[in-house]
């Protein structure tokens, strides 16, 4: 099975700050990596796939890099609605498909 | 729009089978386009995908809780199905019903999910 690491597990930034997140493959995954939003109380919502593709309909700001074992969620400038979990997600693996355990990004 | 909707029961006894369902509107579940996944969430915690079917039937599970799920389709009613058999407090989560696209198997679309606890 390939394990998905994030880190940090909690990011403190201000609106406005950049904002960038990693997540670290236990082995290659190519380019086959998704990255999520989640909210409280609410399913996660798919922001960028295969690596650096942003989902329909998800704002500019996202985006998304890396190939191979290593990979980063960056937003360029963040919005109060931003703060919330991220996830990765592989699916190199198939039919395995693997999260990482989330950063929490908080206000400062 | 795609919805996708969970339901079944929200408690459990343990040793039980754990069964839901979810009602796909706004699209076809017979699409060869897309997966349709279970995805569970325990409280305070990550992400783990349990299974998906395609649906021409074809199943594909997590390893880890392989020999316990089984998931099928009912094209007739757009809908699909999660049972989870000998059930324990570990898996008490917000279990969660997921459109999966076939070329990539990301999630494009979830349910709001709906939280399974298990306890007699």
């Known amino acids: 099975e390939i394990v998905l690491t994030q880190s940090p597990a909690t990011l403190s930034l201000s609106p406005g700050e950049r904002a960038t997140l990693s997540c670290r493959a236990s082995?290659?995954?190519?380019?086959?990596l998704a990255w999520y939003q989640q909210k409280p109380g609410q399913a996660p919502r798919l922001l960028i796939y295969?690596?650096?593709n942003r989902a329909t309909g998800i704002p500019a700001r996202f985006s998304g890099s890396g190939s191979g074992t290593d990979f980063t969620l960056t937003i360029s400038s963040l919005e109060p609605e931003d703060f919330a979990v991220y996830y990765c997600?592989?699916?190199?693996?198939?039919?395995?498909?693997?999260f990482g355990q989330g950063t929490r990004l908080e206000i400062k | 729009q795609v919805q996708l909707q969970e339901s079944g029961p929200g408690l459990v006894k343990p040793s039980q089978t754990l069964s839901l369902t979810c009602t796909v509107s706004?699209?076809?579940?017979?699409?060869?386009?897309?997966?349709w996944s279970w995805i569970r969430q325990p409280p305070g915690k990550g992400l783990e995908w349990i299974g998906y079917?395609?649906?021409?039937?074809?199943?594909y599970y997590n390893p880890s809780l392989k020999s316990r799920v089984t998931i099928s389709v009912d094209t007739s009613k757009n809908q699909f199905s999660l049972k989870l058999s000998s059930v324990t407090a570990a898996d008490t989560a917000v279990y969660y019903c997921?459109?999966?696209?076939?070329?990539?198997?990301?999630?494009?679309?979830w349910g709001q999910g709906t939280l399974v606890t298990v306890s007699s």
């Open positions: 997921a459109r999966g696209i076939a070329a990539r198997e990301d999630f494009d679309y």
């Open positions: 706004g699209g076809s579940i017979s699409s060869g386009d897309y997966y």
């Open positions: 079917i395609y649906y021409s039937g074809s199943t």
């Open positions: 082995q290659s995954v190519s380019s086959y």
């Open positions: 295969d690596a650096s």
């Open positions: 997600q592989q699916r190199s693996n198939w039919p395995g498909i693997t």
